[in-house]
């Protein structure tokens, strides 16, 4: 069983950004752990940090269990500033989970996406690129293999974000994306939060969305929904894919430039689980 590491520097991304994929990889019997960076005790209306850590932190675990998540990691970092965060800190803990769980695919930020206006977006995703060299050197942070920890590469790395100019692959979700707006929705305070930012712009507008004001009174699931699946039609329509189909867009990294050589001087090791075939580096199913 190959496992997935997915990297959300709040509890709500990795619903967010790739939830219908991660459901879909634990479908299929991958272990998927999600990494959580930060604590996410401002991210609610009307609460305590106290309560707002503890409502979001139950909130994650039922929408971890909807996607079919095997564990969570907590980093704990005080939310909102990791721009205040030392990347090379921050590095160390994701080489050593990498180290840990010896994921084959990483699921992260894209440190190249545009319009992104989150820092605990932009560091983490910066951290977490550089991670993926770090945690091969066998200089960096030794004090990992005194718990009997090695070196370690991980093989995929997909990339996602609000805006990706140099995505390079479709995932299809079509049988997965009812999970991940239940799970999207099991964010209940989080995402109140963020409905709540829509209806103040819109005030200053001059308007009101109606169907924003009831998700920000509890009902989520109508907008939520419509929100998903419009994003997941637009990018199986943008692939060619047929109506009715749903899916969630990448950049999808393996070996780069080297792609093509090592394809062709690659050997299978006795004993090493099959790797998946992806379509997007010309491989056949
Ligand atoms: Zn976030």
Request: proline share 5%.
């Amino acid at each position: 069983m190959h496992t997935a590491l997915v990297i959300s520097p709040h509890a709500d991304d990795a619903a967010a950004f790739c939830g219908a994929t991660l459901a879909k990889f634990a479908a299929l019997g991958w272990r998927i752990v999600l990494v959580r960076v930060t604590d996410d005790a401002r991210d609610s209306m009307n609460l305590t940090a106290e309560d707002t850590i503890r409502v979001n932190t139950k909130e994650l675990h039922t929408a971890a269990k909807i996607m079919g998540i095997a564990e969570i990691e907590e980093l704990g970092f005080p939310t909102d500033t990791l721009g205040d965060v030392s990347r090379v800190e921050l590095r160390e803990r994701f080489v050593y989970l990498f180290r840990k769980h010896q994921p084959y695919a990483v699921f992260s930020f894209d440190p190249f996406g545009l319009h992104e206006n989150n820092l605990d977006h932009t560091i983490t995703a910066q951290a977490v690129d550089e991670a993926f060299w770090v945690s091969t050197f066998d200089k960096h942070h030794p004090e990992h293999f005194e718990e009997g920890l090695a070196p370690f590469s991980v093989c995929e790395r997909w990339y996602f974000g609000r805006d990706l100019p140099s995505a390079n692959h479709v995932e299809d979700v079509t049988e997965h994306i009812e999970t991940c707006i239940n799970a999207l929705c099991a964010h209940k305070t989080m995402m109140r939060n963020t409905v709540n930012q829509l209806k103040l712009q819109a005030q200053t507008w001059g308007r009101r969305v109606p169907v924003i004001d009831a998700a920000v009174d509890g009902a989520l699931h109508p907008l939520l929904e419509q929100f998903l699946m419009a994003r997941a039609h637009t990018v199986a329509q943008s692939a060619g894919l047929p109506e009715g189909q749903y899916a969630e867009l990448f950049r999808l990294e393996r070996f780069g430039d080297l792609e093509p050589l090592m394809q062709a001087l690659g050997e299978p090791i006795d004993g090493a689980r099959p790797a998946p075939r992806r379509a997007t580096f010309g491989e056949e199913a």
